[in-house]
């Protein structure tokens, strides 16, 4: 059943119905690419709105993998679905150290998260780094804390943690800062998102188109 | 900053904001935790509507959990975002064949997708199982055609593929079956909520209420 068509099919009808239902609405053509990729991970066309963009960040975001940055993401969750293929292929690496048992040990002997302790581990790895952050306000909060302090300069943060508490004003740092952002402004994002930004970024890296 | 708060009190007030922002709307009290993780995995209130429950679905995951059920994603990422411990914690483990060599193999060798695939592989597991998918409407329908088959008896089947084609059929196959199920009608869901709902369910089935 629905095996005659091939999954890069499905993918191609579902960015044409996208760009449908889209109508007359026009998109930032640079941006279009990662808006679009984002709706087709959600079926959710609030990101039309949502997805705030800092001059060039998209760009800037291209340009770091194509050169090999690596990816830093807050969960196992946003690891999973980055297309780590393609991220290789440039050279770059995913890493998440939310689970590593030093970060739990030291969050706990400190009395902050392991978010929080999982952000300064990227700080320490002292490469170019895209950070992609789809589930803890506190993981975007120490991250503008650690830019702040000069102790970490990502090439782009992608900002979109999901939720109800402290999630809005930790975007709302980044939308005011100088830091080359991505930012799903309000309540919504998620892992799923996180993940699409970044393969959305690394297509274009690879010369796609969709 | 925003280091005051534990992340299981952030888990907890945003409850409580999901429940003060639902107001009015009555929940089936079986079935609220399950919407409300949804909800505080995406910020979308739309799944208050689309979430659809067989006949004491909730309570049948529950129980097959309890009971030592495995549960098997269509995705990495699903299974990445749920939560093992818990699931370790009554025997059953989490299991995604879709990265499998072989499955790719043989998908590409039938002209078939790896997805669909990937659920014959869940079915000779021949173990009690709950079977979460956050993306792929092949495997549903695969699935669908092998409890049709009778090569395949899920205790519960977590149908929350996201996306543009052949999504919505593929959730109204089982909408329409007499296979226990969980089903987001229409276009959304994703990984992240299929990986919410088994958390839920896992939740639940360890006495917590949230």
Known sequence: ?????????????????????????????????VIK?????TA??????????SEQAVEKGVRALKD???IVTDTEMARAGINKRALARFGGEAFC??????????AKARGVTRA??????????????????????????????????????????????????HVVEAKELFLQSEVPHIVARGRKGGSNVAAAICNALLYLAGGRTL
């Open 116 to 165: 929080s302790v999982s952000m300064e581990r990227a700080a320490s790895l002292h490469r170019p780094l895209v950070v992609a952050i789809g589930n803890a306000p506190t993981a975007l909060a120490r991250l503008y804390e650690l830019t702040r302090e000069g102790k970490i300069s990502p090439e782009l943060v992608i900002g979109v943690p999901v939720g109800f508490v």
């Open 68 to 70: 090999g940055a690596c």
């Open 97 to 106: 150290f939310i689970s590593d048992e030093e970060v739990a040990r030291e």
């Open 37 to 41: 990729r984002v709706i087709h991970t």
């Open 44 to 53: 959710d066309f609030d990101y039309v709105e949502n997805l705030c963009f």
């Open 1 to 33: 059943m629905f095996e005659t068509i091939l999954p890069e099919e499905i993918e191609q009808r579902s960015f044409a119905i996208i760009e449908e239902e889209l109508g007359e609405q026009v998109l930032n053509p640079v941006q279009a690419p």
